[in-house]
Structures are given as C-alpha cells and as structure tokens.
C-alpha cells in the first residue's frame, strides 16, 4: 500500500479494501465489524437493532434530483435498510465552511427532513463545527442511524448461497451519471436525475419472506460490480451476471459509453440489489415491482455452483452474444477516458 | 464545428439490445470461417470492447486480434509526461490532462502522486472548453493543457485556442502531444515485419478524418481495411468484411460505421485543426519518430506553446526494465509474453503505460481475460 492517503482510497475500490484491510481492521476488528456489512447489527434486551453511519461529500452540492442532504439522510438510511432494518432515529453532524450560504444550508436541511419524514424517520441529535474559509470546500455531513430490524430477517453479505438469484431494485448507475453530468457538464439533456431516495419500503415489501433471502446491499460507490465482488467474497461464492438483464437507463448508457465508463461500476443511491432463494424470486420481484421505485426491478444474475477460489475472480458477466468475460473491481475512482 | 460539450460530439448512442440478435447472427456465419487470419484492432477503444461486448471470446480460433497504436495515453512519450509533472510543479501553473494520463509512472513520481503528495497542481478535465472559464476567473495563473489524443480530441483544443486567441488570454498554454494514427499504421506496414492481413480502423477518430487517409493501406500495402463501430454488432461485421476481402484478395478500405462516419468524415473540424495546427514527425512511445504524425502550433498560434515556460528540467528518462508495451502496441507480442503482466505489473500497481490506461491493451487483457 502507498505509504499517505490517496483519493482513491475513499472510492470502495481495491484501494478501499487495502486502507480498511490494513489499518482500520487490524486495529479495530471485532466480530461485528469483521462482517463489513452496510449496517451493523446488536443485540439490545430481545431487540435486534441495526446501527450505522457514513459521511457525505458530493459535487456539485445540489445535483439534478437531490443535494447533499437527501443524500445524507437516504445513504443512512438505506444502509440501514440493506441489513433488513426500518430506520427508528437518525443522527446528523454538519461540518459547514466560513462563509456557506445560510439560504443553502436550510435548503438543505429543508430536503433532509422531507427524506427522514419520507423514510419515517426522525432526526433526533446533531452537531455543528464551522472551519475557517479554504480549510474544506462547502460543507461536509455526517449521519448515523439506528433501525430496528424485521422479525425474521437475517441479512448478512456472508450469506448468499449457490443458485440463488439476484435482483436489482431498477435502473443502474444513475447517481453517480447524474453527478457526473452535473458536475462536468457534459451536456446530456434533458439532465440526467439522481436515483436518490430511500429504499427501506422494498425492504418492507418482502420481509414476510424472512429466511428466503439471503443478502443485501445497497450498490454506492464501486456501483454494482463492487457490491457482488464484495458478496462473493464474504459469501466464498462465484457469480454470473446477465449483461442484457440489467436495467439502465438510454442516457445513461449513452454517457457511459462516451466515457469509457461501465454502468455496473458507477454508483447507486436509491437501489438494492437481492439474494433470494430462486424459489421466492418470482414473488420478491413482484413485491418490489409494485412500489414506484421498484417498478425497474429486474432479475439480473445468479450465484455459480463453483466455489470461491483466491485469485480467481468471483465475478462473471454473460454478454449479449453469449460469451462469458470476468466483471472486474474498479481500481478506483472511475476514470474518463479521452475521447 | 463549434462544441458546446462535448456530448454533441457524439450522437452516436449505443442500442445494446436491439442489436444483440443482429450480432448473434453475424457471429454464426463468422464461426463458419476457417482460414486463418491476423487482424490489427487499430485503436484502444476497440480494444476493449473486442472484451467487454464478448466479440473476442466469440471468435473463431483461426482469427486472431491483435492490438496496434491507437491508445493515446500508451503512445506519450516519457519525456512529454515528465515535462506535464514540470509543469504541474511549476509555480502559479496549474496543469489540465485527461483522466487517463494522471497514474501513468513517470521517472519518480506520476501525476497523481505529485497532486496528492507534493503539491502539484493538476486538474482533471472532461473537456477542454473548462480551460476558458478557468483561465479568465484565474488570471494570475498559467494554465496548461496537457494535449493527448488523436483528430476526434484535437478540434475541442483547436476551438479552445481560438476562442482565446479572440478573447486575447495570455494565461492558457498547451502541451501538444497529438497524434495522428494512418501515419503510425503506415510506419508500422512500411517497417515489414508485420504479420497483419488486415485493419479494423476506428470509428472516432475516422468520423473526423474521413476514409481517404487510409487508401495506402489497400494500393500500397494490398490490405483491407474496415472502419467500425464499436458495437458487438459492428465489430462482428467489420471482422466479416475484412475476412471476406482476405479470402477474395480484393483489398479495400470499407466503411462499416456509417451511421458515424461520412466518407469526406468532417471537413469543419478538419479545418479547425488545420487553422490552429501544421504536421510535424513525432515521437511515439514503443514506436520511434513517425513522419508527420504529430500537430505543431502554426506561427500566429506560437504564443500559446507551453514549451516556452519550461524554465525546469526534465530528469533523464529511461523505459522501465522489461516491459515490453512497444512490443505490444506494435502487435508483435501480446501482454502475456511479458514476464511482469499480472505479477509486479498490475491495474492497481502498473509499471508501463499499457497497464495505466483504462484502453491499453495490457490493462484489458489483465480486467477481463485473466
Ligand atoms: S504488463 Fe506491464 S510491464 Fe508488461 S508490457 Fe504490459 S504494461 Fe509493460
């Protein structure tokens, strides 16, 4: 590993890994940890509660679709969603730069609200710092979450099993097109919108399933690929993904393909992808369906018979034509290519 | 031409779908080829998605492809990449490159490492009209445009410097590392030891130059060639079409990509560049000087070259040990045959610059064929 902090540590990468594998687990790990799941889960009495937290940066601050406050909120809430939890009570931390416009900072916090109320959930504790002029740009957020998990969920990235299928709650990639567009103004009309929003409703939706699924995650950064290669691993499974299966949007795909970029790596922040048992598939889609932000859900690939093996990739992409390639990890932040 | 983004310049948007069955169909009279043949996929973003569509894992056995010159970022020469991180090093001087170019391992550091490290400023650019805004609100500043790529690129930098020209800002510079591929294609033929029966040419770059400059490749050195999309469809019809011209021995310069690519292609944008730029030989990494391959500023352009700023000097360079990229991009070896692709050389620690970019040919083999 490099011996300073790099951007590229920060982008759920390899270098991800690296950093978390080499300094924060080493020093930090414990069983609940060691999971590196999206939320954590304790026990409180007889109650299972899922806990977590994340810290926001995005640029532009206000992006087609949302800002850093839905974000803020939808990213703890949906990580929270991801371990089978509803959100009961979210934290925020506001670290704001001299000089930040009060006009945007209620707005923000205006869009926080809506996304808590949306994700029934309150904000109950917070915390300001103010930096001086040039320390950061703009205004960092940080939120925790506590949920309580659904009677007879067990969600853990450990726990997808062979011939399971998976699902995608709809269109991938765009946020982080969304973003990209907006930030770089690359010009795609009418403006690409931000997937932003909360997805513990489909959570809801298909609790009464319980045992019948088997994992989930909400694709962030590193965008799908990152998340598969994340449950091959913790589950010692390989997986098959279906190129054509998997739902992005026409403009989407056009920018991606003016960038050198690959949907299946760019980041998420309204979807969930699902491990279900292939018997239940048919009913958890047809749950997730019927919600507004789950009527692009698709069935997008399945867990191999061959085990995981270190060194091999635990990813496989079927293409259109039939043929069969690995999906790798992005090395880091995604790169635009010259064009 | 007059790019507001660079989204209109290409309106060419991909319909995977549609076009899945067409290629399925496609594929099945290629598999009934039989004789063997050697093509060179010219550029880089053929090269992966010869990968990434699965059109390479489709092929027949007896058709191999092999990469050539066409990735912007592996043909830079060292010496160009240590003079950007001179630049961006350079006091009130802030460099602008493509995204691609910033891990490229110069002699100690690359560009990255020198942002992150030791203060170097550099800026990730999707496109070059960023420059004019950035050049106005900062006047104090030098600004740097790293110049990479072939004629699709070279018209945004060309409007870029006569919108300043108009403008009379005196705080924009570039670094031109353009480059022109049929001269590279004919280097390569004209060198003789090529063992290539045919060319898929690329899309972009052909949208702006044409299907002309390719001729010699039919009436000097009697091979096909075929410019094509980069479509799983287009790719199998392109290798069709050059397969049936070998087999016929009626070599031509075909144009599969028309929905792109108009044979004059875009005599505007040729004339931006020609307005802005004349031909001069250049370096090419893993290729030597190739005549009139690369783009000078004409006379009345002089004053934006950045070369007059360079009161730093570049450390001596040397290519690192055993790699062998100028092997590869001439299509001669593949990434295999080097001894350190996928050991010390690899996407997260690369060691040539074939490894760096997202379209070399060594960091495609390592992502999806290993
Ligand atoms: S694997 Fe690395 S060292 Fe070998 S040719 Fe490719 S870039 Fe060079």
Not at chain 1, 141 to 166: N, Q, Y
Not at chain 2, 164 to 188: G, H, M, T, V
Request: hydrophobic share 40%; glycine share 8%; net charge negative.
């Amino acid at each position: 590993m490099h011996d300073k902090i790099h951007l590229n540590m920060g982008s759920g990468g390899l270098a991800s890994r690296e950093l978390l594998e080499e300094v924060f687990l080493p020093l930090l790990g414990n069983e609940v940890l060691n999971l590196l799941d999206d939320s954590a889960e304790i026990a409180l009495g007889s109650e299972r509660i899922a806990f977590t937290t994340d810290s926001f940066t995005v640029h532009p601050i206000f992006f087609p679709g949302g800002n850093i406050g839905t974000l803020s909120v939808c990213g703890t809430v949906n990580d929270l969603a991801a371990k089978g939890a509803t959100p009961v009570a979210l934290s925020a931390a506001f670290t704001i730069e001299e000089g930040f416009p009060i006009a945007d900072l209620r707005t923000i916090v205006h869009s926080m609200r809506d996304s808590a109320d949306l994700a029934g959930a309150q904000i109950v504790t917070g915390d300001t710092k103010v930096v001086g002029k040039g320390v950061m740009d703009g205004i960092f957020i940080t939120t925790s979450g506590i949920g309580r998990v659904l009677e007879g969920l067990h969600i853990f990235s450990g726990g997808a099993r062979p011939s399971d299928l998976i699902i995608i709650s709809g269109t991938a990639a765009d946020h982080g097109v969304a973003i990209l567009n907006a930030r770089e103004k690359l010009g795609f009309n009418p403006e690409i919108r931000s997937d932003v929003a909360p997805v513990h409703r489909i959570v809801e939706r298909i609790s009464h399933l319980g045992p019948q699924i088997h994992a989930m995650r909400d694709p962030t950064r590193g965008g799908i690929a990152g998340v598969l290669h994340e449950i091959a691993r913790a589950s010692r499974v390989t997986i098959k993904i279906v190129e054509d299966a998997v739902p992005v949007r026409p403009d989407v795909r056009a920018c991606c393909a003016l960038l050198g970029l690959d949907p299946l790596s760019i980041a998420n922040e309204g979807k969930l992808i699902i491990f279900t048992a292939p018997e239940s598939a048919e009913t958890v889609l047809e749950c997730v369906r019927k919600l507004p932000e789950g009527k692009e859900a698709a069935i997008i690939g399945e867990v191999e018979a061959e085990p995981y093996s270190e060194g091999s990739p635990p990813v496989i992409l079927e293409t259109s034509l039939g043929t069969r390639r690995f999906l790798p990890l992005a090395e880091g932040e995604p790169l635009p290519r010259i064009c | 031409m007059k790019p507001s983004t660079i989204s209109d310049n290409f309106p060419d948007t991909p319909s995977k779908r549609n076009n899945a069955s067409k290629a399925r169909l496609l594929l099945e009279r290629l598999s009934a080829h039989r004789a063997p043949a050697t093509l060179m996929e010219v550029c880089g973003t053929h090269t992966v998605a010869l990968f990434t569509t699965g059109v390479r894992a489709a092929l027949p056995e007896c058709v191999r492809v092999i990469s050539g010159p066409g990735c912007p970022v592996c043909v830079t020469p060292l010496e160009t990449i240590e003079k950007a991180i001179g630049f961006a090093h350079r006091k009130d001087t802030v460099l602008f490159c493509f995204g691609d170019m910033l891990r490229i391992p110069g002699v100690h550091e690359t560009l990255e490492s020198a942002r992150a490290h030791r203060g170097a400023r550099v800026k990730l650019m999707y496109s070059p009209l960023e420059a004019i805004e950035y050049a106005r609100r900062e006047p104090d500043q030098s600004l740097v445009l790293f110049g990479t790529g072939f004629e699709t690129t070279i018209p945004i930098f060309a409007s870029v410097l006569m919108r300043a020209r108009e403008d009379n800002l005196r705080n924009i510079f570039l670094l031109s590392a353009f480059k022109s591929i049929p001269p590279a294609i004919k280097a390569l033929l004209s060198a003789g030891d090529s063992a290539v029966d045919g060319f898929l040419l690329p899309g972009h770059v052909s949208s702006v130059i044409g299907v002309e400059p390719y001729g010699f490749i039919a009436g000097e050195y009697h091979l096909p060639g075929v410019i094509a999309g980069f479509e799983a469809a287009d790719m199998i019809e392109g290798i069709l079409l050059l397969l049936r011209m070998i087999d016929s021995r009626q070599p031509e310069i075909k144009n599969q990509y028309t929905r792109f690519v108009p044979p004059e292609g875009n005599p505007r944008a040729r004339a931006m560049i020609d307005t802005v730029f004349v031909s001069r030989d250049t370096d090419w990494r893993g290729l030597g000087t190739i005549h009139n391959s690369g783009f000078a500023l004409r006379d009345d352009f002089r004053r934006f070259d950045a070369d007059q700023l360079m009161d730093f000097e570049i450390p001596p360079v040397q290519e690192p040990a055993d790699c062998i990229c100028g092997e590869v991009i001439r299509g001669r070896r593949t990434p295999v045959d080097c001894t350190l692709y996928g050991r010390s050389c690899t996407p997260s620690h690369p060691i040539g610059p074939c490894m760096v970019s997202s379209e070399g040919t060594c960091a495609a083999f390592y992502k999806y064929s290993r």
